[in-house]
């Protein structure tokens, strides 16, 4: 469904008998307790817990060109979800949604989104963090993750700006049947092709019609049409079961 638009595991060893399978030992060589394999997918059992960091070095050092005043992030919120659905994405347009977090950092409808999408079975949860009221800074979410919902999505309004945004799309928690131990990503620059700004602080104006969500090239501080390093996200497991 589209809105709108090398570590450790534990290795078991199984006996097959006439009466059935038995598990009969065990080694520590990876997060995931066991695997379970769905139509060819290997996917992790059980649920896990993170913590998402993200980290801003958004900064007028790191980006001098028209920086804006009172710059900051509006509050993190994503999902987790299945593959059934893709909240955001390069190339989609924009959800009611997505357009209110990245013009206005406001995330009422993307909520309703997101739990329209656990209503019919492909979103697991909606991941709710703070925001960061200056330029750089920390700010930190914890999560569960499960088997069916392995994958997130999580996104922060750039402020001010036209309808800019930093955020990942369906990351995988799971990869081969075993949860992610940690995971560091570096953020790019998102535009949501709802508003035709093309600086920091220019004037509402409504894209008409609406343009697909593009990775941002122009309008702040780049390099030959590249963003420098804008943010980070680490993502840790600190618990699983079974």
């Not at 030992?25 to 394999?37: F, K, Y």
């Not at 990775?215 to 600190?238: C, D, W, Y």
Request: aromatic fraction near 10%.
């Amino acid at each position: 469904m589209f809105l709108t638009p090398s570590s450790s595991r534990f290795k078991f060893l199984k006996v097959v008998k006439a009466s059935g399978v038995f598990w009969v030992g065990a080694s520590l060589l990876s997060a995931c307790a066991s695997q379970t394999t769905i139509y060819g997918a290997t996917q992790c059992e059980g649920g896990a817990t993170y913590s998402a960091v993200f980290n801003s070095t958004w900064s007028p050092e790191t980006h001098p060109t028209d920086f804006p005043d009172q710059a900051h992030f509006s509050e993190l919120i994503g999902a987790t979800h299945n593959s059934e659905v893709s909240f955001w994405s390069i190339g989609q347009k924009a959800s009611a949604g997505i357009k209110d977090v990245s013009e206005l950092g406001i995330n009422r409808k993307f909520i309703k989104e997101v739990k329209w999408a656990m209503k019919i079975g492909e979103a697991g949860s909606v991941v709710h963090g703070p925001d960061i009221k200056v330029a750089s800074g920390l700010a930190e979410v914890q999560f569960q993750a499960s088997s069916k919902y392995s994958l997130l999505t999580l996104m922060t309004m750039i402020a001010p700006s036209p309808d800019w945004f930093v955020g990942v799309s369906g990351l995988k928690l799971c990869e081969n049947g075993t949860w992610v131990l940690n995971k560091t990503i570096s953020l790019k620059v998102y535009d949501a092709g709802t508003d035709d700004g093309v600086i920091y602080v220019s004037e509402d104006k409504v894209t008409i019609p609406k343009e697909v969500i593009t990775e941002l090239r122009s309008g702040m501080h780049n390099e030959n049409g590249v963003i420098p390093q804008f943010a980070t996200l680490s993502l840790k497991l600190t618990s699983f079961n079974q």
